[in-house]
């Protein structure tokens, strides 16, 4: 592949600079499943929706929502054509390995704040996102797709803390569901462009203290919270691990502080996507079965997967 750039330099000369790409072919669609790089495909999807919401018409989030779905369900459809009768089970999801996780970063990104239905999310906040989604690199943009959520109330070992290398042992993300929550807890989700953390009303008062330095957050509004750097360990920890997530991606990450039951917490517990987060939307389990039934059949799909 090859792209040509007809410029003039400083001096008045015409050049033509050439770029050449070498990229493998296959006439097997089978080789194409298993060199497909997933992060890659979702960000191309991010962006390719992200048009299609700001087309000039009524029903382009409608339009960008039916895109994600459409094309999961049909990846799905061509990778169980692939396969023999035999193998072809009613009850049987064929997922391939490449792309495992597309069903839930599709259904995810339905549900994210630029390509929500309803007027929940201001219509300027709509905007700066799509215009994010549209510059966002891979990296950023897989974050997006599935944010990821650590609990910090829970962190030991070298959880939080700079190896011999520099680097900092990042805990085990949790599953994007609020099963993964306890009202003693406080977590953190990260979309790569900011951080929501959230603080359990039942957090203990030593986790506030050494956190944020406070005896107690009563009557305190979450908003109002910074992340200091204090002297105690956990707060070490927390702070190496927004540390780390600034660094790893394009933006500076602002963390927003809620309290459970507060009306900003509700920018947390949107990000939980593998729950049913209103009647129309489906959890991810119900969303799994939409797609599975869709790769059964011949036609285009369309459904209640947003």
């Not at 792209?3 to 330099?9: D, E």
């Not at 300027?124 to 943009?141: F, G, N, R």
């Not at 951080?195 to 203990?204: D, E, I, P, Q, T």
């Not at 489906?282 to 011949?298: A, E, F, I, K, P």
């Amino acid at each position: 592949m090859q792209t040509a750039l007809l410029y003039t330099t400083s001096t008045g000369e015409r050049r033509i600079r050439v770029h050449t790409l070498q990229i493998p072919i296959s006439g097997q669609v089978a080789d194409l499943f298993n060199g497909v790089d997933q992060d890659a495909t979702v960000c191309l999807m991010s962006k390719i929706a992200a048009e299609k919401a700001v087309a000039h018409n009524s029903r382009g989030l409608k339009d960008a929502r039916d895109f994600f779905e459409s094309r999961c369900v049909d990846t799905f459809r061509l990778f169980r054509s692939l396969f023999p009768p035999q193998y072809k089970q009613p009850d049987k999801l064929l997922v391939p390995n490449s792309l495992d996780n597309l069903p839930i970063h599709s259904m995810s990104m339905m549900k994210s704040a630029p390509f929500r239905p309803g007027t929940g999310v201001r219509l300027d906040e709509k905007v700066y996102l799509l215009l994010q989604i549209s510059s966002m690199p891979i990296a950023t943009a897989a974050s997006f797709a599935y944010p990821r959520c650590y609990a910090l109330h829970t962190l030991t070992g070298d959880q939080g803390m700079r190896g011999p290398d520099g680097k900092v042992k990042m805990p085990s993300p949790l599953r994007l569901s609020g099963d993964q929550l306890s009202p003693e807890g406080a977590f953190l989700i990260e979309d790569g462009l900011r951080c929501y953390m959230f603080l359990g009303k039942l957090v203990a008062p030593a986790f506030i203290n050494q956190v944020f330095g406070l005896s107690s957050l009563e009557g305190v509004d979450g908003q109002s919270l910074t992340v200091p750097h204090l002297e105690s360990d956990i707060s070490m920890r927390i702070n190496n691990i927004l540390g780390h997530l600034r660094q790893t991606q394009f933006t500076y990450q602002q963390v927003h502080v809620s309290k459970e039951g507060e009306a900003k917490s509700a920018d947390f517990i949107n990000l939980l996507v593998e729950d049913r987060t209103n009647p129309q939307s489906l959890s991810y389990g119900d969303y799994l079965c939409h797609v599975h039934r869709g790769s059964q059949n011949s036609g285009p799909q369309g459904g209640p997967g947003h």
